[in-house]
């Protein structure tokens, strides 16, 4: 995952606002005689000799990269007795290095702090010696030992909070690596560091990196990951775990979550633009399989409407035949065969080929053919197609939310007229409530909206009654900093349209609710943010809607898994009349957890009696 940002380009931005707070000092030139590796690494997150020549700086190689960003970490043999300054350090080469572990080097070059993702990112940088001139003075060293990284040695506090002066960075405060998870991880920066035996939190990715728990019992889920509860429980022990070189007889290992890297786990403490703080194993530990299974929901009973939502992550024609066949397989077996289905991610007819198609037919067909091979019902679909490059996503793919459902036993309400722009509204009819559209789309000209997916609304009737569903699938996290970031507590920008998209969807609730108070009304879908968010504040607020996720177990609160965080994104809320009877909730882990992925999302289900 290369970055476009040079390896060789300081950060000036941070460096001010730490001069501007009176945080940062910035030093002169040192002497070879002065200049160790901890003296540039110095007590903070900006070396104090940023921007400065440095001259035969001493160290032994304790790892080599030869790809990507190419270089190799140095430790110095001779470190001091302060517990907040590294004694490794990146030596940033720009090609294949020609030192090789063990060896006994000096480096002179420039001290540079290199930020992973450019400064827009809000990341820590890199402290690094840029432009080296490298000397070999001997071979075969030993190298330094590790530092272990254990439960015992990592806090339960994350971060310290950020300067107000200073925008909340963090960047010019003093490291507290006793205190907080974050400083005592970047007081160890480019150092030779161990691992024992983890639990892996984060399955193995298509990049070759997992992730792992060094707290066994940091809010374990029933499964093994780690489960994100709140912002303020960061889960400390997690830790990025790549491989410098992944022999061809040894390739980096598939993992799912809840399995064991065993042994000894060894190399540098690395700090990149996906993930923040990772291992890189000179030494990689084995992968003992815990036997993880994929989940399986129980059936609906006769009076118990099943509806479920599920994101398939850019479903198209392009795709094989075997997702197809393992997504329709996920919904027959594991999800058995819900009566209504609400798809997220379903992408028009040719894909991402930008070529002004937006129907998403032969998606569908297929998709329901594959379902009907599968053994599963013969699922009837309504739709409406976006306008062409509107709603988000992948460019040319118009993804958009579909409805699936079972007609032997769910019936849906047709009220013609939907369109990407039309929005359907709420009537009084016969006493009950009634949209005008069906299926229809919610406030579509709305801001909220812009270059999001809009909400797909729609009516069905199972056993005579009216059930309304709306489907959804919010704006991504995207350009939210990482729980690494320089700032504490962290920017999430992306949480403002999330919010007008919520409140949006909340005031079309309370218009059902207005005309009818026992509606049955379910909103779901891929509502890209947390069950203790803001963001479904909002959409419960005024009791029109209760989070169903919220029922289960905190340990079994998840539908996604993001560097070792299990949390929830996917969600499917409840109407008062649904919320005060008897409903059962699961979220089937099918995906997340796994290496082997049909989506990136696991599916939810709740079952009712309307």
């Known amino acids: 995952m290369p970055s476009s940002v040079p390896r060789t380009a300081a950060v000036p931005a941070l460096v001010a606002i730490a001069l501007a707070a009176g945080l940062l000092a910035v030093a002169g030139p040192a002497s070879a005689a002065e200049t160790r590796i901890h003296g540039i690494q110095g007590t903070g997150r900006i070396s104090p000799l940023v921007g400065t020549p440095v001259t035969d700086v001493p160290g032994i190689v304790t790892g080599v990269r030869t790809s990507g960003s190419r270089g190799f970490w140095i430790q110095d043999q001779a470190p001091d007795n302060n517990p907040a300054t590294s004694e490794g350090i990146f030596v940033y080469t720009g090609s294949v290095p020609t030192v090789a572990v063990g060896d006994s080097v000096t480096v002179s070059g420039t001290v540079t702090e290199y930020v992973p993702g450019g400064a827009a990112s809000g990341n820590q940088s890199l402290t690094q010696i840029s432009s080296p001139k490298v000397t ?6 030993r190298v330094p030992a590790p530092v272990t990284i254990s439960a015992k040695s990592v806090p339960a506090t994350y971060a310290p909070k950020g300067n107000a002066a200073a925008g909340n960075s963090i960047n010019g405060l003093r490291l507290k690596p006793r205190s907080y998870a974050l400083d005592y991880y970047e007081s160890l920066e480019g150092m030779n560091v161990r691992i024992g035996s983890s639990r892996v939190v984060g399955a193995t990715d298509p990049y070759a990196e997992l992730w792992v728990t060094v707290k066994p019992h940091e809010n374990d889920s029933r499964r093994g990951g780690t489960v994100y509860g709140s912002y303020t429980s960061q889960n400390t022990g997690r830790l990025q775990v790549q491989q410098l070189a992944p022999a061809a007889e040894r390739p980096f290992p598939a ?12 190399g540098p403490l690395d700090f990149n633009q996906f993930g923040g703080y990772t291992l890189v194993a000179r030494t990689l530990g ?7 299974a994929r989940e399986t929901t129980r059936p609906q009973r006769d009076g118990e409407l099943a509806v479920a939502t599920y994101n398939v992550e850019n479903l198209d024609p392009s795709d094989a035949q075997s997702k197809f066949d393992a997504l329709a397989s996920g919904v027959v077996h594991n999800l058995s065969s819900p009566d209504v289905v609400a798809l997220e991610e379903i992408q028009d007819s040719t894909g991402a080929k930008d070529d002004g198609t937006v129907s998403a037919e032969e998606t569908i067909k297929r998709f329901t053919a594959a379902i009907s091979k599968a053994g599963g019902p013969s699922y009837a679909w309504r739709t ?8 988000g996503g992948e ?13 032997a036993r769910v019936s849906f309400t047709d009220r013609p007229g939907g369109d990407a722009t039309t929005a359907t509204d709420v009537v009084r009819t016969k006493g009950r409530a009634a949209l005008t559209l069906s299926p229809g789309r919610v406030d579509p000209a709305n801001d909220a909206w812009t270059n999001s997916r809009k909400p797909l609304a729609a009516e069905f009737s199972f056993r005579g009654r009216p059930v309304f569903v709306v489907a959804n699938h919010f704006a991504s996290k995207g350009g939210d900093e990482s729980l690494t970031s320089h700032h504490q507590p962290v920017n999430r920008s992306s949480e403002v349209q999330r919010l007008q998209q919520a409140r949006t969807v909340n005031t079309f609730v309370k218009d059902i609710l207005a005309v009818q108070r026992d509606a049955d009304v379910l909103v779901l879908g891929d509502i890209n943010d947390f069950e203790f968010s803001g963001t479904a504040k909002a959409l419960s607020a005024d009791g029109a809607l209760y989070p169903a996720v919220k029922s289960l177990p905190a340990a079994e609160r998840y539908s996604y898994v993001y560097q070792g965080n299990a949390q929830v994104l996917d969600q499917i809320l409840t109407s008062p009349s649904i919320t005060s009877g008897s409903f059962d909730y699961d979220s089937v882990h099918i995906n997340a957890e796994f290496a082997e992925q ?9 079952r009712f009696r309307p």
């Open 136 to 141: 070999v003075v001997s071979s075969g060293s």
């Open 255 to 266: 993992a799912n979550v809840g399995d064991a890297l065993t042994g000894t786990t060894e």
């Open 286 to 292: 084995e992968i003992t399989d815990r036997k993880l």
């Open 384 to 391: 409406i197609d976006p306008e062409n490059n509107k709603d």
């Open 395 to 407: 460019p040319g793919g118009n993804i958009r939310q579909v409805f699936l459902y079972n007609p």
């Open 598 to 606: 049909n989506s990136d999302h696991d599916p939810q289900v709740l």
